[in-house]
């Protein structure tokens, strides 16, 4: 008999690849960018348990080629090629490491520019990253993941891979309020499966913030009771191309639209009631201000109304706002500026 494993035994580290050094060693599509990572990058990421192991289902081409002469399959006219396809990993994670949502906020727009530990902006253009296969000139914008498996000869090891969707939210009623996490990470490369002996720079849990550290609730410049809050970045990427005697990807492109979409769910007083004229009716944009100016700070300055449902609950009336992020008129505002420190 052979031994058995529980899901909540693995456990994962994700690090920044040192994309910029001028190293091949980090370089974009590089298998040894866990050995060569951003100094202090690598976090042991408490996802929630059990894990969720890479999804291995779109890495495939598959194809049954009926062939003349025959009503039956022949193993033959099976074509099940592997490496020429795309690999996932889905995350959902209570944030408790400032480190680790850090590095999400960064890998979803690594031209930021700025100093993370204070805030960062989501400006209008969204310049992208150079994602060629090779590249190790440009802004570091790439991930590995680690998954650590209890029989260690089995690691699951992904490179080069790109945060391509991040989710941040908040309720009142769930989690103590904490801020929680996910998303979806995504590679053009095989993973590896091997014995890796690489270790987080950090495990400590030193953040823990949420809904009821937010002093400040604003919406459409009034004062909001908000019960819950849930922000979508999206940023997606595509492989494009092929490369080597595998048929792995020679790089990424981003070539869809950075969008930021969300909802806010908040008191239905007299102050939001004629806010639902205003900004949703009138097709007018509302600014949106959430949090404290220490640790945890959402500020989005034109985001326009797609939508408001009403919950007629015992606690009182509530209703909940979706949102797009907009760049304002004229095209040339920010799109959200967050701080999480």
């Given at each position: 008999m052979?031994?058995?494993?529980s899901?909540r035994?693995f456990s994962?580290?994700?690090g920044?690849?040192d994309?910029n050094t001028g190293?091949?060693?980090?370089?974009v599509?590089?298998?040894?960018?866990d050995?060569n990572?951003?100094?202090?990058s690598k976090v042991l990421?408490?996802?929630?348990?059990?894990v969720?192991?890479f999804d291995?289902s779109a890495?495939?081409?598959?194809?049954?080629?009926?062939r003349?002469?025959?009503?039956t399959i022949?193993?033959l006219d099976?074509?099940?090629?592997y490496g020429?396809?795309?690999w996932?990993?889905d995350?959902?994670?209570?944030v408790?490491?400032e480190?680790?949502?850090?590095n999400?906020?960064h890998?979803?727009?690594?031209?930021?520019?700025d100093?993370i530990?204070t805030s960062?902006t989501?400006?209008g253009?969204?310049?992208p990253a150079?994602?060629?296969?090779g590249?190790?000139?440009?802004?570091?914008k790439?991930a590995?993941?680690?998954?650590q498996?209890p029989?260690t000869?089995?690691?699951h090891?992904m490179?080069?891979?790109i945060?391509q969707?991040l989710t941040?939210?908040m309720d009142?009623?769930?989690?103590?309020?904490?801020?929680?996490?996910?998303?979806?990470f995504m590679?053009?490369y095989?993973?590896?499966?091997?014995?890796?002996?690489?270790?987080?720079d950090?495990?400590?849990s030193?953040?823990?913030?949420?809904?009821?550290?937010c002093t400040?609730?604003?919406?459409g410049g009034?004062?909001a009771?908000v019960?819950s809050?849930?922000?979508?970045?999206?940023?997606?990427?595509?492989?494009?191309?092929?490369q080597?005697?595998?048929?792995?990807?020679?790089?990424?492109v981003r070539?869809?639209?950075f969008?930021i979409?969300?909802?806010?769910?908040m008191?239905?007083?007299?102050?939001?009631?004629i806010n639902?004229d205003?900004?949703?009716?009138?097709?007018?944009?509302?600014v949106i201000?959430?949090?404290?100016?220490?640790?945890l700070?959402?500020a989005?300055a034109a985001?326009n109304?797609?939508?408001?449902?009403?919950d007629?609950?015992?606690?009182?009336?509530?209703?909940t706002v979706d949102?797009v992020?907009t760049?304002?008129t004229?095209g040339?505002?920010?799109?959200?500026?967050?701080k999480?420190?």
């Amino acid at each position: 008999m052979a031994k058995a494993f529980s899901g909540r035994e693995f456990s994962v580290i994700v690090g920044i690849a040192d994309n910029n050094t001028g190293s091949s060693l980090g370089a974009v599509g590089a298998d040894t960018q866990d050995a060569n990572a951003v100094s202090g990058s690598k976090v042991l990421m408490r996802v929630d348990s059990p894990v969720n192991m890479f999804d291995y289902s779109a890495s495939y081409q598959r194809a049954e080629i009926a062939r003349a002469g025959t009503r039956t399959i022949r193993s033959l006219d099976i074509i099940n090629h592997y490496g020429s396809g795309v690999w996932t990993w889905d995350f959902n994670w209570l944030v408790d490491n400032e480190k680790g949502i850090q590095n999400l906020l960064h890998l979803m727009h690594p031209l930021h520019g700025d100093t993370i530990t204070t805030s960062i902006t989501y400006d209008g253009t969204i310049a992208p990253a150079n994602y060629e296969h090779g590249n190790d000139s440009d802004e570091d914008k790439c991930a590995f993941i680690i998954i650590q498996n209890p029989l260690t000869t089995r690691d699951h090891y992904m490179h080069s891979a790109i945060l391509q969707e991040l989710t941040l939210s908040m309720d009142a009623g769930t989690d103590g309020g904490a801020l929680r996490a996910s998303g979806q990470f995504m590679s053009g490369y095989k993973p590896t499966i091997e014995s890796n002996g690489v270790t987080a720079d950090t495990s400590a849990s030193d953040y823990a913030k949420g809904l009821f550290d937010c002093t400040t609730s604003t919406f459409g410049g009034d004062a909001a009771v908000v019960k819950s809050f849930s922000l979508t970045l999206s940023n997606p990427a595509n492989r494009i191309g092929y490369q080597g005697a595998e048929g792995e990807t020679d790089g990424y492109v981003r070539s869809g639209n950075f969008g930021i979409t969300g909802s806010i769910t908040m008191k239905s007083d007299s102050l939001q009631q004629i806010n639902d004229d205003t900004f949703w009716k009138a097709n007018a944009t509302a600014v949106i201000g959430l949090g404290n100016t220490a640790s945890l700070h959402f500020a989005l300055a034109a985001v326009n109304v797609s939508n408001i449902s009403y919950d007629m609950a015992e606690e009182g009336a509530f209703q909940t706002v979706d949102f797009v992020a907009t760049s304002g008129t004229a095209g040339t505002g920010d799109l959200a500026v967050l701080k999480i420190t």
